[in-house]
């Protein structure tokens, strides 16, 4: 199976000059490391009671066969006991294991119920991308609990449908997880797939919908044109492909005043957290305007706020990050966690992207020159700092 690299951002300053190294995604180097502690510690509070994983002890959702919470929160639990340059599957499995509840049940036996029970192609995926790859499981031969009855994900994912899609007609999020995960497995997407996601785009305004649709029947929203996004980078489509830059495109334009973006009429921190790994994903720092300006350019020197700042104002005094919409709080906040890291997801990104700021200038950091010439600046940088990007070497650790 192909090594994850957990993305980093390390800035050195040297003179007037300033290095971005950069492995994969761009991560969050400026959110305050209580603001993910406190979240981790939150989700772990909101574990269910009890020494029985068939009703939900030691996870987060009641039912196996409905798990939902519990992939998403494992892996955050993960992310936040990431402490060095590359992403580690020991510290990620050794803190999944070692969050109990009170009554000393962890995540792992549901989580082998879960894989036991009828996988679907796209839960099959799921678990290969937020569970077995990042902590370090063989997914084709998943045991969490060790009780020796492994279960291979990766054959219950399968190889996909004739055109390319995995699962029933409608579910896209599955072929849009399985997609994530044949690059962690395989080490490439099939081009079947990367085609097929192509094809779901809707021509009218560049998002996806989560059923697939192109026409008016059903509307595009964040979460799914963020998922496919990631996916169709980690097909090797470049971010410079006008279905990416559509698809940015359409994110820009849901994009909240405050750099949060909502769903169902309120905002979301699920659907803010999805947006920031799509657009790391394509090469872009989410909290540089650079990459709005860049697909949207009627919006260039018009004010731009952070997603990462607007993720932690949503943060409450018990650690939860949530909207006032959410799904679950637990859910929100592991999604929250995710998109403020950025170790393991996005799966796979775009080098660094060059933008240039809007003629006539808008004033220090919106990346022209103060007479208003426009000037390179990579993304990721922060704005109003002279910089060139250079690759570093990834790591990996186990």
């Given at each position: 199976?192909?090594?994850?690299?957990?993305?980093?951002?390390?800035?050195?300053?040297?003179?007037?000059?300033?290095?971005?190294?950069?492995?994969?995604?761009?991560?969050?180097?400026?959110?305050?490391?209580?603001?993910?502690?406190?979240?981790?510690?939150?989700?772990?509070?909101?574990?269910?009671?009890?020494?029985?994983?068939?009703?939900?002890?030691?996870?987060?959702?009641?039912?196996?066969?409905?798990?939902?919470?519990?992939?998403?929160?494992?892996?955050?639990?993960?992310?936040?006991?990431?402490?060095?340059?590359?992403?580690?599957?020991?510290?990620?499995?050794?803190?999944?294991?070692?969050?109990?509840?009170?009554?000393?049940?962890?995540?792992?036996?549901?989580?082998?119920?879960?894989?036991?029970?009828?996988?679907?192609?796209?839960?099959?995926?799921?678990?290969?991308?937020?569970?077995?790859?990042?902590?370090?499981?063989?997914?084709?031969?998943?045991?969490?609990?060790?009780?020796?009855?492994?279960?291979?994900?990766?054959?219950?994912?399968?190889?996909?449908?004739?055109?390319?899609?995995?699962?029933?007609?409608?579910?896209?999020?599955?072929?849009?997880?399985?997609?994530?995960?044949?690059?962690?497995?395989?080490?490439?997407?099939?081009?079947?797939?990367?085609?097929?996601?192509?094809?779901?785009?809707?021509?009218?305004?560049?998002?996806?919908?989560?059923?697939?649709?192109?026409?008016?029947?059903?509307?595009?929203?964040?979460?799914?044109?963020?998922?496919?996004?990631?996916?169709?980078?980690?097909?090797?489509?470049?971010?410079?492909?006008?279905?990416?830059?559509?698809?940015?495109?359409?994110?820009?334009?849901?994009?909240?005043?405050?750099?949060?973006?909502?769903a169902f009429g309120d905002v979301s921190s699920?659907?803010?957290?999805r947006a920031i790994l799509a657009i790391a994903?394509?090469?872009?720092?989410?909290?540089?305007?650079?990459?709005?300006?860049?697909?949207?350019?009627?919006?260039?020197?018009?004010?731009?706020?952070?997603?990462?700042?607007?993720?932690?104002?949503?943060?409450?005094?018990?650690?939860?990050?949530?909207?006032?919409?959410?799904?679950?709080?637990?859910?929100s906040t592991a999604q929250a966690v995710q998109?403020?890291?950025?170790?393991?997801?996005?799966?796979?990104?775009?080098?660094?992207?060059?933008?240039?700021?809007?003629?006539?200038?808008?004033?220090?950091?919106?990346?022209?020159?103060?007479?208003?010439?426009?000037?390179?600046?990579?993304?990721?940088?922060?704005?109003?700092?002279?910089?060139?990007?250079?690759?570093?070497?990834?790591?990996?650790?186990?």
């Open positions: 199976m192909a090594p994850h690299v957990r993305p980093i951002a390390r800035f050195v300053a040297v003179a007037s000059l300033l290095t971005l190294l950069a492995g994969g995604a761009l991560r969050a180097g400026a959110v305050d490391p209580a603001v993910t502690q406190d979240a981790v510690n939150y989700i772990d509070s909101q574990q269910i009671s009890g020494t029985t994983p068939a009703t939900g002890s030691g996870a987060w959702d009641s039912d196996p066969a409905f798990e939902f919470v519990t992939s998403e929160a494992v892996l955050a639990i993960g992310e936040g006991a990431q402490t060095g340059a590359a992403w580690s599957t020991s510290s990620a499995l050794t803190a999944v294991q070692s969050t109990t509840n009170a009554q000393g049940t962890s995540p792992m036996p549901f989580l082998d119920l879960v894989a036991a029970g009828s996988l679907s192609p796209g839960k099959a995926a799921k678990l290969i991308v937020l569970v077995a790859e990042p902590l370090g499981l063989d997914p084709t031969s998943f045991d969490p609990a060790g009780n020796g009855s492994p279960v291979n994900l990766v054959a219950a994912m399968g190889s996909g449908n004739p055109d390319g899609s995995f699962g029933p007609a409608g579910a896209f999020n599955q072929t849009l997880f399985a997609a994530l995960a044949k690059k962690l497995v395989d080490g490439s997407v099939p081009s079947a797939t990367t085609n097929y996601i192509r094809t779901k785009q809707k021509p009218s305004n560049g998002g996806w919908a989560f059923d697939a649709d192109t026409g008016t029947n059903t509307d595009a929203d964040v979460d799914t044109t963020s998922l496919a996004i990631q996916a169709l980078i980690a097909g090797g489509v470049a971010p410079t492909d006008p279905s990416v830059q559509n698809g940015l495109a359409f994110t820009a334009s849901q994009q909240n005043g405050d750099g949060s973006w909502s699920e659907s803010t957290s994903s394509a090469g872009y720092d989410p909290n540089s305007s650079c990459w709005r300006d860049t697909v949207r350019p009627d919006l260039a020197g018009s004010p731009y706020g952070a997603p990462d700042s607007a993720l932690v104002a949503l943060q409450g005094a018990n650690g939860s990050i949530a909207g006032p919409g959410s799904f679950s709080p637990a859910f998109g403020l890291e950025r170790q393991w997801l996005p799966i796979d990104s775009a080098a660094p992207q060059t933008c240039t700021g809007p003629p006539g200038g808008g004033g220090p950091g919106d990346g022209s020159t103060p007479g208003g010439a426009p000037t390179a600046v990579p993304a990721g940088v922060p704005e109003g700092s002279p910089a060139t990007a250079v690759l570093g070497t990834p790591t990996f650790t186990g």
